[in-house]
Each structure stands twice: as C-alpha cells, then as structure tokens.
C-alpha cells in the first residue's frame, strides 16, 4: 500500500501570498478531498497536553466514564462508549470509543436550544483546560483554512466566517483500544465513511491505519506528517459546491498482528457551519457539474447523519 501523494502546502505562504495558497490548497481539494498543510501555527504544548490527559481519561474505569455519556443527545458532547458509532450503511458497530468537546456559547445564544455545555471531567481537572485549549487553536486555524476555501471557490475571503462562527464544531478524541486477540481479516477499526461536516483537521496519530480512498478506487495509507495537519472535506462542502470539492471515503483499518496489542489515538476536529445555515448548492459550480442535492440546513442534514450512524436513535 503505497503512502498518499498529497504535496503539502506550507501555512507559512497563507501569511505572504494568500492567493497562492488558496490555488494550491483548493486544488488539492478539488482533486482529492484531502490537503496537507505544514508548518501549522497549533502550539505543540496545546497538542502534547491535550494527548497526555486524553490518554489518561479513557484509562478511567468505564463506569466512571460513563458518567459523563449523553446517548439521548446522539452523544454530541462528553463520552460515547466502544459500540456507540456505526458508519453509514453498516450495521456493525466501529471499535472506538471517544469524546466530544463542543463550543462553549454565550448564556443568551440562540443556538443553546440545540448544543449542549461540554461536561467537566471532576476526575481530571486538567482535561478539561487542555482540550478546550486545543479545541480554540483547532477553530481558530479551520476559520483560515475556510477562508482559502472561499478564495479558491471565487467568493469573498470572509465568505464563511459569519456562517460558522457559532457552529456546531466538534473535537473528537479518539482511543482505538488495543485487540487482546488478533482481530479477524478484514474487520476495520473505524469503517468506510465520509464526513458530514465542511471541513475536518487532523493531527498524526500514533499508530497507522488510517486510508482513504483514491476515485480510481485504490485505498491509499495517510498520514499527517510532524508538524502539519490534514485536512479533508466533507459531506456539507461537497453540496455547497455542487460536488466540485469531493467528499472522500476513508476508513482506519484494524492494526498488523505486530501491532495489536498497541491502542491508536487520533483527534480530529470536526468544523460545522452555524444550524441554521442553509446549504444551498453554489448556482456557479451546479452550472459547472450539473449535481443539485435539495437545500438543507446544517442542523438538520447533521440530525439525518446522527439517525443514519447510530448516535440518534430515531423517535417512536
């Protein structure tokens, strides 16, 4: 399996040559659904620390993770326990387990009526500090990322930052626990999928797996390399665009033998627009594709997904 050719775009020309950056980054986009970008500007110190106490709350007893689980809410903030999650279309759940840092809103936002607070771990008071620090430096660098995205698309830079500026983003830590047996040929960690947000950003993982899936059909190894972030579309921005920026398939496989006993941690960073946006194909890149999906809004196509993986269990 070959490792994905994907040539990384240097942040570092965001701050000279923005015009430049966004051909490059958008292109990539276009072409794969996936970008690199290196020399990212996340504190190191915000990613470490952020690792360490993840590592440190799934070591936790279940039943004292648990305690911060909210199946009722699709588990979209706190804990969501191995067998909570299946990929579209696939009945068997993925083997992960993972938490759900969200926005912290203003008391009198509108938006309250549908996200939650993110729970306090009261067993790690520094969890808290570090994932909600990573949380901003994460946010914060997608919000440039989407203004290259709107450069490239022929918009106005700022085109999506009042579209996204109360999202509903996630952090998503990720802990893909270590198999005490070999697991079976063929079963993944994490099956096929795409994602149904705009963009998401992730950070290397520890251990291998992670593969998407080329459009000639070859499932190609990714990885982010130090110091950069990958960075792949998803579902909402494939509409918005009329599929002109692709939604990629990708899955994480389930480790050599070698490798098994060995837990994988990942935390990629899920950017959603504000609910109420209302995703309505570009009229421009209809024209160029001739793909119209129906206009949606963004709390509701993330409600349809959520009923559609499992989180949601749909009202009887």
Do not use: C
């Not at 006993?261 to 001739?290: E, M, W």
């Amino acid at each position: 399996m070959s490792t994905i050719e994907i040539t990384p775009v240097s942040y570092n020309l965001w701050k000279t040559d923005k015009a430049a950056f966004a051909k490059a980054f958008g292109e990539s986009f276009a072409e794969t659904g996936f970008a690199v970008v290196s020399d990212h500007t996340i504190p190191r110190a915000a990613i470490k620390s952020a690792a360490d106490q993840s590592k440190k709350f799934f070591a936790l007893r279940r039943e004292q993770k648990d305690q911060y689980a909210d199946p009722d809410n699709g588990f979209q903030r706190g804990y969501s326990p191995v067998g909570s999650e299946n990929a579209k279309g696939r009945r068997i759940s993925d083997f992960k387990e993972f938490w759900h840092t969200g926005r912290n809103l203003p008391a009198d936002s509108p938006y309250r009526a549908n996200m939650r607070d993110t729970p306090q771990v009261e067993q790690l008071p520094e969890f808290n500090l570090a994932t909600r620090t990573l949380y901003e430096a994460l946010d914060s660098f997608g919000a440039d990322l989407l203004r290259a995205v709107a450069i490239h698309l022929g918009l106005e830079e700022g085109y999506f930052d009042d579209k996204v500026n109360n999202g509903n983003s996630i952090l998503r830590l990720l802990h893909y626990p270590p198999h005490t047996n070999p697991p079976p040929e063929g079963s993944v960690r994490a099956a096929a999928h795409e994602d149904i947000n705009l963009i998401t950003l992730l950070l290397g993982a520890e251990e291998a797996g992670l593969q998407a899936q080329h459009r000639n059909g070859d499932w190609i190894d990714i990885n982010a390399p130090d110091g950069a972030v990958v960075v792949n579309a998803g579902d909402m921005l494939q509409r918005l665009t009329a599929w002109h920026i692709p939604s990629t398939t990708h899955r994480v496989l389930n480790p050599s033998p070698d490798r098994a006993k060995f837990p994988r941690y990942s935390f990629p960073f899920f950017l959603h627009p504000n609910q109420d946006f209302l995703i309505d194909p570009l009229p421009d890149y209809v024209a160029k594709t001739g793909k119209v999906e129906a206009p949606i809004t963004a709390g509701d196509y993330l409600e349809e997904r959520l009923l559609e993986i499992g989180l949601l269990k749909a009202k009887t």
